[in-house]
């Protein structure tokens, strides 16, 4: 089978070009894990923030998208169990559960797999469904990262939004920009193969 014709057939995401095989799949689900785990070591702490900025909405949007909703959810539940069992790759090589910083990974999890979902229809194929299915996905991170990070530290939900939201909206406006280019980008030129 062609590339053009899987990229042109409903339902498929870029995962699927690949020959279809369980090696292939575990191969994206361990290598969706390893990305996040690198993505969270390049991170920024930021005076007066809990949270730091990170690689990782990023990564677990592209893994939505490219993966598909399963796998994605496979990756980034593998990535938090190996996590919660002490390896040291959540932000700044710290591990564990239950830390104040820890509802931004579970808000990943979701996230991932919703753009995978949406993916699977073609979200991840123009640039302004791309946009809306970044904007999503950081909406979800921040549904469950927030109110999480609220409880964790003991501060007000407003404390929370304006120390775990507000100053990262920038950053994710040029994450989904990024993507935006990206995603169709890719899509358009394996069309042209």
Known sequence: MST?????????VLADLLPASR?????????????????????VKVPGLIVPITGQTFAALLIGAALGPARSFL????????????VPWFAHGSSGAGGATFGYVLGMLLAS???GALARRGAD???P??????????????????????VATGMSFGAAVAGGMTPFLIGDAV???????????TWKLLDRG
């Open 125 to 127: 194929r123009s640039v």
């Open 175 to 185: 994450k989904a920009a990024l993507a935006m280019g990206l995603l169709p980008t």
């Open 75 to 86: 990756s980034m539940t593998l990535y938090t169990l190996v996590g919660m069992a002490g």
């Open 4 to 12: 053009a014709s899987v990229s042109s057939r409903p339902g498929a």
């Open 113 to 115: 797999t919703v753009v």
């Open 23 to 43: 090696v292939r799949d575990v191969a994206l689900v361990v290598g969706g894990a390893a990305l996040m785990g690198i993505a969270a070591q390049i991170a």
């Open 129 to 150: 469904r791309t946009a809306a299915t970044m904007v999503l996905g950081s909406a979800l991170v921040y549904a469950v990262g927030v109110p999480y990070l609220a």
